[in-house]
């Protein structure tokens, strides 16, 4: 996209950039700090390991940069790759970390003008605020000031720096600097975390991409070119700093405070480079603080701007002044921020927060090129590409996470509120203010579209037997009861099937039950097909024949406690394959079973005979059946096996089947009952998928081309239906009514279930015709979180 914008920054250029960012509160303020935390001088160790540990996101946001050379940095990767959800944490992330840096840089700054003004030791607060508010008005008025003077505060900074390693060098002690780089010090991934603020600008060059020569080489370059330099210096200042000054002794004399905080550059060059070196190093230090608040507050003030613009904040952050030209409210609103900070937050808490919230968003980065990439994004096409793809951003996450974990409780704490405050902002605010979602997102709703067509044309292409459990009891109707076996007997379309109807009878309590069951021959009841002239037509004709399986088969004999009898087993060729003895079939045997606990027979038989599949009725229970738990969520939680719940309104046939998918992909479950009983009525199959009113084009495009791959598969006519609706019930139920049977899913088992009802329940409710309620014995097991990451993808 043409911006009008001169690519005219150079790499010497786009360097001074990232390391005008860089350098500033970590090298003047922080090395003090860091040696207290890690109690030695291990801190130079510590800013080592965080240089490297910021590598990968720097790379990462080198990528990014080259394929889309947009205003916002990080928070535009983190929006486009990841979606406007995790956009908003990396917005709020970044706005905070940057004014967190703001205040550590006047925090910091004042103890170096008190160096050279005792006189003004009793007024660093009020100092740290009044230079705080008079940033934000600088901000407010104008910004053309803002960077002018960048590249010489960059130069002056690096030239007064290399004067003072050369000339502190050789002043070092060496038992000051014993352990320098014992990465094994107590502390010392707590002084990592610490110091992992001092980077924060290295991605800032992604701002400016639009503005970059040659962006493929020189962002890459500029990136890996400046945190090398800026780490170095780091290492050799830091080390030559707690090598001239005894940091305990200075805290003790006074000039130090108790956390280490305070001028230790200007007393480091004290002891080295007499006054002359003190004044530069004090006049350097003050102005690349005072740059580094000012660019902090600027940059902080950004973010609400440009999540305004995207629809994440309130339009009033958009806004700008026909006075000043400037983001009024968003800059005021930051300037407030940190004058809070400065106010109420001690320095090592400041760096602290400022440093948890760089991780995070330094995390977010490495995901969101995983997102790019795996989301094979349209016009993603980066001029340069991170090596080591995905180990390098595994390894970034990774050791950012465990970083984060060591900044300390409160700051953690805050970290992870501010987090979740940021979610429950988007949800009940930004989220209907926004249309589109991150690659990401889709990339992985369209893995799991993938898998589910895989798994599904695998099991319509199996040829194992199926084995099934059709359980009534004395509760059950004859019209319910013929159902169930039609349902059945109908899988046998598609497959070779064993069905078992057995009826389930309660006995009262036997002390003595520990002989085994008698196993008899028994006449099948009158309401099961066996004349052909009483049959119904999905019965074929002459299904019955001789007992197939002799009595002490061990599928005849169940566990003490209970008495089996069973009748003659019944051969039922398909009706609609040709006749041939090695194709689908279904054969059907008829049981009773005398049992004390109905529930618990059903369960036992099941799990010892090893059915694949158990048909039950549906019951409605009372309420404080669901409050407690009734028979039915019995059955559901403790069943071996898939199990398919029917609730039978009179099933008299079908022209119109209506499979509903559950917050997700269809199970392949669904289909093949769906597509067998389709195969025997000869009805037509309509795939209902609900998803939000006005969702992304991507989502409703990768769902039609999901259920496109599902009707290939189906073996009856079918169509697809995407419902676009915010309740879920009432849209599914609009559409399902017309159907003469509706599959769905039982997606709540549990208390959660029993608590706040089944949507499954309800749709089943809204609709007159017989409904078929499938739970696969894989989908049983599925943690909360599976369902919440399936609610966020498909929801």
Same mark, same amino acid.
């Given at each position: ?18 390391? @005008? ?51 916002? @940095? ?47 030791? !009793? ?15 600088? !901000? ?71 503005? #970059? ?14 945190? &090398? ?17 005894? &940091? ?5 004399? @006074?000039? +130090? ?58 339009? %009033? ?6 006075r000043f030209n400037t983001p009024v409210l968003a800059v005021s609103l930051s300037g407030a921020v940190i004058v809070v900070m400065i106010a109420?937050?001690?320095?090592? %808490? ?10 995070? $968003?330094?995390?977010?980065? !490495? ?35 465990? $970083?984060?974990? %060591?900044?300390?409780?409160v700051p953690f704490a805050g970290a992870v509120a501010i987090t979740i405050v940021s979610i429950v902002y988007y949800y009940l605010y930004a989220?209907? !203010? ?18 589910? #067509? ?30 169930? +076996? ?37 006449? $099948? ?62 054969? &059907? ?24 599949? *158990? ?25 071996? /096996? ?30 093949? *009952? ?10 037509? *199959? ?58 769905t899913g039982v997606d709540r088992t549990g208390i959660s279930g029993r608590l706040l009802g089944r949507p499954s329940d309800s749709l089943v409710?809204?609709?007159? /015709? ?26």
């Open positions: 996209m043409a911006t009008g914008l001169k690519r005219d920054l150079g790499l010497p250029s786009t360097m001074a950039i990232a390391i @005008g960012a860089m350098v500033g509160s970590g090298i003047f303020i922080l090395p003090g700090v860091a040696f207290v935390e890690v109690d030695g001088p291990a801190v130079v160790a510590a800013f080592l390991v965080a240089g490297i540990l910021v590598l990968p996101a720097a790379l990462s946001a080198s990528e990014m940069a080259t394929a889309m050379p947009e205003d916002g @940095g990080s928070y535009v990767y983190v929006e486009r790759g990841m979606g406007p959800l995790l956009g908003t944490i990396a917005g709020v992330g970044n706005w905070f970390m940057l004014s967190f840096k703001g205040a550590l840089a006047l925090i910091g700054g004042v103890p170096y003008l008190v160096f050279v003004a005792p006189e003004l030791a !009793n007024y660093i607060l009020p100092l740290a605020i009044g230079l705080a508010v008079f940033f934000t008005v600088l !901000n407010v008025v104008s910004t053309k000031s803002t960077g002018s003077l960048q590249f010489a505060i960059v130069g002056i900074m690096i030239l007064v720096m290399g004067y003072f390693v050369a000339g502190g060098i050789g002043d070092v002690t060496p038992e000051r600097t014993a352990g320098a780089f014992d990465v094994g010090s107590g502390g010392f991934l707590a002084a990592t975390a610490l110091v992992f603020i001092s980077y924060a600008g290295v991605i800032k060059i992604a701002a400016v991409a639009e503005e #970059v020569k040659d962006p493929g080489k020189t962002i890459p370059r500029a990136m890996v070119g400046s945190l &090398v330099l800026t780490t170095a210096l780091y290492v050799l200042i830091v080390y030559v700093a707690i090598g001239v000054v005894d &940091v305990n002794a200075a805290i003790e004399a @006074g000039q +130090l405070e108790s956390d280490g905080e305070g001028p230790i550059m200007a007393l480091a060059a004290d002891a080295t480079l007499g006054s002359i070196g003190v004044t530069a190093v004090v006049v350097a230090a003050l102005m690349a603080l005072a740059s580094t608040a000012n660019a902090g507050l600027m940059s902080a003030s950004r973010f609400p701007f440009a999540m305004a613009r995207d629809g994440l904040a309130p339009p %009033q952050f958009e806004r700008i002044s026909e109420f937050l001690p320095i090592d %808490q400041v760096a602290k927060f400022g440093s948890a919230f760089q991780i995070i $968003v330094f995390i977010l980065v !490495n995901l969101a090129v995983v997102g790019f990439r795996e989301g094979a994004v349209e016009g993603y096409d980066p001029e340069f590409v991170a090596p080591a793809y995905p180990w390098l951003q595994l390894f970034g996450m990774a050791s950012g996470l465990a $970083v984060l974990t %060591q900044v300390g409780t989220r209907k !203010n926004v249309d589109r979602e991150g690659a990401a997102r889709d990339a992985v709703r369209r893995n799991i579209g993938e898998n589910a #067509v895989s798994r599904t044309r695998e099991l319509f292409e199996s040829d194992a037997e199926y084995d099934v459990l059709v359980g009534i009891t004395e509760d059950t109707s004859d019209r319910a009861k013929r159902d169930m +076996l039609r349902m059945a007997t109908d899988m046998g379309r598609l497959r070779t099937t064993v069905v078992s109807v057995v009826e389930f009878l309660d006995v009262p309590h036997r002390v003595f039950a520990e002989s085994h069951p008698e196993v008899i021959d028994r006449e $099948v009841p009158d309401w099961f097909p066996t004349e052909p002239e009483d049959a119904p037509a999905w019965f074929p004709e002459d299904a019955v024949g001789p007992r197939t399986r002799p009595s002490d088969d061990p599928r005849t004999r169940t566990s003490g406690g209970t008495r089996s009898r069973t009748s003659g087993d019944v051969e039922l060729p398909s009706e609609t394959v040709e006749v041939d003895p090695t194709g689908p079939g279904t054969r &059907v045997e008829y049981r009773e079973i005398d049992s004390e606990d109905h529930k618990r027979a059903i369960v036992d038989f099941a799990t010892y005979e090893g059915y694949d599949l *158990i048909v039950l009725e549906r019951r409605r229970a009372e309420f404080h059946r669901r409050l407690f738990g009734g028979e039915i969520d019995w059955l559901l939680e403790n069943a071996p /096996c898939d199990v398919v719940l029917v609730e039978d309104r009179g099933f008299e046939g079908a022209d119109e089947i209506a499979v509903v998918a559950n917050r997700g992909a269809y199970d392949p479950l669904k289909l093949l *009952i769906a597509d067998a009983i389709a195969e025997e009525t000869g009805a037509e *199959i309509n795939l209902l998928q609900a998803i939000p009113a006005d969702p992304p084009e991507s989502q409703r495009r990768t769902i039609e081309e999901y259920h496109n791959e599902l009707l290939r598969i189906l073996t009856v006519p079918a169509r697809s239906t995407i419902v676009e609706a915010d309740d879920e019930v009432k849209g599914l139920a609009r559409f399902a009514a017309p159907a003469d049977l509706l599959v409710e809204s609709v007159d /015709c017989t409904a078929v309620m499938v739970q696969t014995h894989e989908g049983r097991q599925d943690g909360l979180l599976k369902r919440l990451v399936m609610d966020y993808l498909f929801g």
